[in-house]
């Protein structure tokens, strides 16, 4: 199984609103709406932001959403906060309990 | 609240197996709402899931590994292991440990703990 594509970096300044994407295929991405984001600091562990698409575990602020289109999702990071500077990973569902991370998106606070 | 420990050997040589178990506190490994799972990140790279196992002993591995791999479960002593053979530095990782679901996510994880695969 091959990783799901991220772009490498995103960025935008304070109170700006960035974008990050997440293509895979029709085997994973497109076939299930069971794709979760995750957020890493540097040596920290990952924190689940995002699950089912576009649900948030509690406690996880508004300004992130997520959303699906085809075999691409993306995550919304709106209202950009200094501590939102980390990276990010996507996921998938990839059947018969398969599981397949993205490439990661280093996102920079400008 | 839920706490997940990994722990194992740091170093491991060239051929051997890396052997690590995760201890799960503030609650039950043997829920019938979660998977247990392996996943790692080689050092200044991206996360790779490495398998995962259900309370009952039923297991779930990443195609790419399955053939150096077993996870198992003690449920007695509320920890599950991972364990890859034939290791070569390609290996070397950070090795989380963490509770999910494969439609929810994982929401609970271990700090990590690194492996380093060298004579």
């Known amino acids: 199984q091959s990783a799901l594509t991220q772009p490498p970096s995103a960025s935008g300044s304070p109170g700006q609103s960035v974008t990050i994407s997440c293509t895979g295929s029709?085997?994973?991405?497109?076939?299930?709406?069971?794709v979760s984001w995750y957020q890493q600091h540097p040596g920290k562990a990952p924190k689940l932001m995002i699950y089912?698409?576009?649900k948030r575990p509690s406690g996880v602020p508004d300004r992130f959403s997520g959303s699906k289109s085809g075999t691409t999702a993306s995550l919304t990071v709106s209202g950009l906060q200094a501590e939102d500077e980390a990276d990010y990973y996507c996921s998938s569902y990839a059947g018969i309990n398969n599981y397949v991370f993205g490439t990661g998106t280093k996102v920079t606070v400008l | 609240q839920l706490q997940l420990q990994e722990s194992g050997p740091g170093l491991v040589k060239p051929s051997e197996t890396l052997s690590l178990t995760c201890t799960v506190s503030g609650g039950s490994i043997s829920t019938s709402d979660y998977y247990w799972g392996w996943i790692r990140q080689p050092p200044g790279k991206g996360l790779e899931w490495i398998g995962s196992?259900?309370?009952?002993?039923?297991?779930y591995y990443n195609p790419s590994l399955k053939s150096r791999l077993t996870i198992s479960v003690d449920t007695s002593k509320n920890h599950f292991s991972l364990k890859l053979r034939s290791v070569t530095a390609a290996d070397t990782a950070v090795y989380h440990c963490?509770?999910?679901?494969?439609?929810?996510?994982?929401?609970?994880w271990g700090q990590g703990t690194t492996v380093t695969v060298s004579s």
């Open positions: 029709s085997s994973d991405v497109g076939g299930y709406n069971y």
């Open positions: 089912e698409v576009s």
């Open positions: 963490a509770r999910h679901t494969f439609v929810h996510g994982m929401d609970v």
């Open positions: 196992i259900y309370y009952g002993g039923s297991t």
